[in-house]
């Protein structure tokens, strides 16, 4: 599913051709190239397995957009090609193998990329510019984040609905929104707190004899070092999709939002708010992509994660994500999902401490 979108989108944006692919499962190749066929007149290759994939030499880079359960695994085994890697998130489901992969890029020839779309969105795009560019808050006080959406669609072989495969919905869903947070707060995460739960979701789903676990909502809140306090909420349960991320400083408060569906043919809209004196947004302003784009996969976002890539392997200035911040995101996630099954505050500095991560982390 986010295979394809990834081919529409450089496909539209133009800077790069898709050459080929490679998936295991027949009926998610068939799926693929029909796709690609009905806005392209390309040939697509599509290789006998990973191996005669990467070792292409007409392969300039390699997108990995697999189960997440399959990303460290499948970086093991294309690491010696030394190519430009795009690896979807979360870079890992375990924090061990994201200890790794961070070490990996560290001496690894190209770069790596993570999927971290979310943070080319365009609500956000505009929220960091007002707030890092414009300095409109003032010093931040508060962040906080939400997200309200429609259930986890249907994966290959239901691996999004079983926490040992996706490692979990804070891992799996939220590192998006724990990277924008640590991106707002531009500082080192002290402590969190989290409940959550399965409430509604896969309580009577199966898949091979072995019971649905995915949690379906979540209240996580978080102290950062300078006094800056954050919150996140999930629900996994709402009919429409609806996100907003909301700022305050000491001039006044931002808020970032996007209404979107699942539902064929209906449009997102994108909107920021700038409650500050005087402020031309202070009753609001729609700052949704072009419909091309914003049609395009993620609200547009997906887009402009492609123009980083390409500007990147380029050498031109980027603002994708790195393995870092990758592994900051998943370890607020995974330190969340630890404080709601011990129904206690984890110190984020012990808990890395307790996963080996000192040599790759620094406070």
């Known amino acids: 599913?986010?295979?394809?979108?990834?081919?529409?989108?450089?496909?539209?944006?133009?800077?790069?051709?898709?050459?080929?692919?490679?998936?295991?499962?027949?009926?998610?190749?068939?799926?693929?190239?029909?796709?690609?066929?009905?806005?392209?007149?390309?040939?697509?290759?599509?290789?006998?397995?990973?191996?005669?994939?990467?070792?292409?030499?007409?392969?300039?880079?390699?997108?990995?957009?697999?189960?997440?359960?399959?990303?460290?695994?499948?970086?093991?085994?294309?690491?010696?090609?030394?190519?430009?890697?795009?690896?979807?998130?979360?870079?890992?489901?375990?924090?061990?193998?994201?200890?790794?992969?961070?070490?990996?890029?560290?001496?690894?020839?190209?770069?790596?990329?993570?999927?971290?779309?979310?943070?080319?969105?365009?609500?956000?795009?505009?929220?960091?510019?007002?707030?890092?560019?414009?300095?409109?808050?003032?010093?931040?006080?508060?962040?906080?984040?939400?997200?309200?959406?429609?259930?986890?669609?249907?994966?290959?072989?239901?691996?999004?609905?079983?926490?040992?495969?996706?490692?979990?919905?804070?891992?799996?869903?939220?590192?998006?929104?724990?990277?924008?947070?640590?991106?707002?707060?531009?500082?080192?995460?002290?402590?969190?707190?989290?409940?959550?739960?399965?409430?509604?979701?896969?309580?009577?789903?199966?898949?091979?004899?072995?019971?649905s676990d995915i949690h379906d909502h979540a209240f996580v809140v978080m102290q950062f070092a300078g006094g800056i306090s954050a919150s996140f909420t999930l629900n996994m349960f709402s009919r429409e999709l609806y996100e907003e991320l909301s700022v305050t400083g000491k001039n006044g408060r931002l808020l970032a939002s996007e209404h979107s569906s699942f539902t064929p043919g209906s449009r997102s809209r994108a909107e920021i708010m700038v409650e500050v004196d005087g402020h031309p947004a202070y009753q609001g302003k729609e700052v949704t992509y072009p419909a091309q784009i914003e049609a395009s996969g993620h609200q547009g976002a997906t887009f402009f994660e492609h123009e980083a890539f390409i500007d990147q392997l380029e050498g031109k200035p980027h603002d994708s994500a790195s393995c870092e911040q990758g592994m900051w995101a998943i370890l607020i996630a995974s330190a969340a999902q630890q404080s709601a099954a011990a129904g206690q505050l984890i110190s984020v500095k012990d808990f890395a401490a307790e996963q080996g991560l000192n040599d790759v982390l620094s406070w």
């Open 1 to 211: 599913m986010i295979g394809r979108e990834h081919m529409r989108v450089a496909t539209l944006l133009g800077r790069a051709r898709v050459h080929g692919l490679f998936d295991p499962e027949p009926e998610s190749v068939r799926q693929a190239v029909a796709e690609f066929a009905s806005y392209s007149a390309g040939k697509l290759i599509v290789y006998r397995d990973l191996r005669s994939a990467v070792d292409d030499p007409a392969i300039d880079a390699i997108f990995v957009c697999s189960p997440n359960f399959t990303h460290f695994q499948i970086l093991q085994q294309i690491k010696h090609t030394a190519k430009p890697l795009f690896i979807e998130k979360p870079m890992a489901i375990r924090l061990d193998d994201a200890r790794s992969m961070l070490l990996l890029a560290d001496e690894y020839p190209s770069f790596i990329q993570l999927g971290m779309q979310y943070r080319f969105k365009s609500q956000y795009v505009e929220a960091f510019h007002e707030i890092k560019e414009r300095n409109s808050l003032g010093a931040i006080k508060t962040i906080a984040m939400s997200e309200y959406r429609p259930p986890f669609l249907n994966k290959v072989k239901q691996w999004n609905k079983f926490n040992a495969f996706s490692g979990g919905t804070l891992v799996e869903k939220c590192c998006h929104y724990f990277d924008l947070i640590n991106l707002m707060a531009e500082t080192r995460i002290d402590n969190v707190y989290a409940v959550s739960g399965q409430a509604v979701n896969f309580i009577d789903f199966t898949y091979e004899g072995k019971d």
